[in-house]
T-cell receptor, first 115, second 112 residues
Framework: GAVVSQHPSWVICKSGTSVKIECRSL??????MFWYRQFPKQSLMLMAT?????????EQGVEKDKFLINHASLTLSTLTVTSAHPEDSSFYIC???????????FGPGTRLTVL | GENVEQHPSTLSVQEGDSAVIKCTYS??????FPWYKQELGKRPQLIID?????GEKKDQRIAVTLNKTAKHFSLHITETQPEDSAVYFC???????????FGKGTRLSVIA
């Protein structure tokens, strides 16, 4: 149990385009989902916390208008990187948590490369 | 806010030896401490966790100890194997809707 999927697994796009990444909890309802970004050889950096049905809470330094997060249901959250630039190239990972436990389950990640 | 320090950043051990990774946290109210293993290009996998009402937890070759007074917790891997080679992250959280705060990670290399 506690499986989180993420789609796509990798994406290459041109500078200036937008990219949407989906995060799904497959066998449980995720009241809270988190979006992380991980640069090579670095730790996971929290970008935002997303609760179903409410606006996401962004970490300091993360532009909410650039990284649009929608948590429309208890099993789906999306991250849209708008007007992507090469410096946005990174490994984006979501995680999900139920309302009854502190455990976070991670998706497989999406490798974004912006040319 | 919570801050988690992790040491060492890299660790090399001979196969069969033990490996110990240590973390300290700043928020004394933190009460949940998971450890994740991440292989290159893959998702972090939860390998063991401990809550603040427990001092030690063991699962086969992996154990975690928690010292609430000193605000530190450690991961112990015994009889290391080459497949244990990965990056290990500690994390801490104060229960509720707050997110995990991760350490910077330890790159463990097990040399055959």
């Amino acid at each position: 149990g506690a499986v989180v999927s993420q789609h796509p697994s990798w994406v290459i796009c041109k500078s200036g385009t937008s990219v949407k990444i989906e995060c799904r909890s497959l066998d449980f309802q995720a009241t809270t989902m988190f979006w992380y970004r991980q640069f090579p050889k670095q730790s996971l950096m929290l970008m935002a916390t997303s609760n179903e049905g409410s606006k996401a809470t962004y970490e300091q330094g993360v532009e909410k208008d650039k990284f649009l997060i929608n948590h429309a249901s208890l099993t789906l959250s999306t991250l849209t990187v708008t007007s992507a630039h090469p410096e946005d190239s990174s490994f984006y990972i979501c995680s999900a948590r139920t309302g009854t436990t502190d455990t976070q389950y991670f998706g497989p990640g999406t490798r974004l490369t912006v040319l | 806010g919570e801050n988690v320090e992790q040491h060492p950043s890299t660790l090399s051990v001979q196969e069969g030896d033990s490996a110990v990774i240590k973390c300290t946290y700043s928020d004394s109210a933190s009460n949940y401490f998971p450890w994740y293993k991440q292989e290159l290009g893959k998702r972090p996998q939860l390998i063991i966790d401990i809550r603040s009402n427990v001092g030690e937890k063991k699962d086969q070759r992996i154990a975690v100890t928690l010292n609430k007074t000193a605000k530190h917790f450690s991961l112990h891997i015994t009889e290391t194997q080459p497949e244990d080679s990965a990056v290990y992250f500690c994390a801490a959280v104060f229960s509720g809707n707050t997110p995990l705060v991760f350490g910077k990670g330890t790159r463990l290399s097990v040399i055959a």
